[in-house]
């Protein structure tokens, strides 16, 4: 079992920067892939980033790619979440989610491959 707790967010305006955690405790998390997703009011959940076991892969959300970065610390059991260039369309609850499974590229983003989530972040962009 691996229990997530994500923190890091709050209030920015756009153009601006925000660095999210993912503390993870019960087990360690080298050998999952951890992803992060998002889930903006009245909008389902959505892929946002993941990384492979020691960080040997990453992928992104075209909506982010080249502004948000994905990296881990499997010594602090830590996955982090850099957003930079913020748009209010960034706007949403971040969740941190772990998967054990072995991930082939296409299914990162899927939601229902991920076992253990944590209960969210909320990131708030002002145009």
């Known amino acids: 079992q691996v229990q997530l707790v994500e923190s890091g967010g709050g209030l920015v305006q756009a153009g601006g920067s925000l660095r999210l955690s993912c503390a993870a405790s019960?087990?360690?998390?080298?050998?999952?892939?951890m992803g992060w997703f998002r889930q903006a009011p009245g909008k389902e959940r959505e892929f946002v980033a993941a990384?492979?076991?020691?960080?040997?892969?990453?992928w992104y959300a075209d909506s982010v790619k080249g502004r948000f970065t994905i990296s881990r610390d499997d010594a602090k059991n830590m996955v982090y979440l850099q957003m930079n260039s913020l748009k209010h369309e960034d706007t949403a609850r971040y969740y941190c989610?772990?998967?054990?499974?072995?991930?082939?590229?296409?299914?990162?983003?899927?939601?229902?491959?991920?076992?253990?989530w944590g209960q969210g972040t909320q990131v708030t962009v002002s145009s």
């Open positions: 989610a772990a998967s054990q499974r072995l991930l082939l590229a296409a299914s990162v983003s899927h939601l229902n491959e991920y076992e253990y």
């Open positions: 019960g087990s360690t998390i080298s050998r999952y892939v």
């Open positions: 990384i492979r076991r020691r960080g040997a892969s990453t």
